[in-house]
Nanobody
Framework: DVQLQASGGGLVQPGGSLRLSCVAS????????IGWFRQAPGKDREVVSC????????YYSDSVQGRFTISRDNTKNTVYLQMNNLKPDDTAVYHC????????????????????????WGQGTQVTVSS
């Protein structure tokens, strides 16, 4: 089974930092782009970042550009999201997902940032930014 497990969330003050991790299993990890998206209560889900298969290409939403950094370690089947200068608006549940150039599942959805369809996300990790 394809599994992606996000972790590393928590409560942080505005201006603080967190590093999220996404550990993947059940598929050939370095064949896939991986994306991070977030979902806050009452808001649409928002893709914040994507990384290419080798890690050399990174994509960010305008809302996090310059504050978040995505990276991956293919030897550990892990993608990271370093989040700096966090703001209250960053409060959400953060998920990681595979990002595929073709739509493989009816539940997948297209991200213009990743230019791919996101699917196979896990439960996510809660990030709360509050003083």
């Amino acid at each position: 089974d394809v599994q992606l497990q996000a972790s590393g969330g928590g409560l942080v003050q505005p201006g603080g930092s967190l590093r999220l991790s996404c550990v993947a299993s059940g598929f050939t990890f370095d064949d896939y782009y991986i994306g991070w998206f977030r979902q806050a209560p009452g808001k649409d889900r928002e893709v914040v970042s994507c990384v290419s298969t080798s890690g050399t290409m990174q994509y960010y939403s305008d809302s996090v550009q310059g504050r978040f950094t995505i990276s991956r370690d293919n030897t550990k089947n892990t993608v990271y999201l370093q989040m700096n200068n966090l703001k209250p608006d960053d409060t959400a549940v953060y998920h990681c997902a595979t990002a595929n150039i073709v739509r493989l599942d009816s539940s997948s959805w297209y991200s213009p940032i990743c230019q791919r369809y996101l699917e196979s996300w896990g439960q996510g990790t809660q990030v709360t930014v509050s003083s």
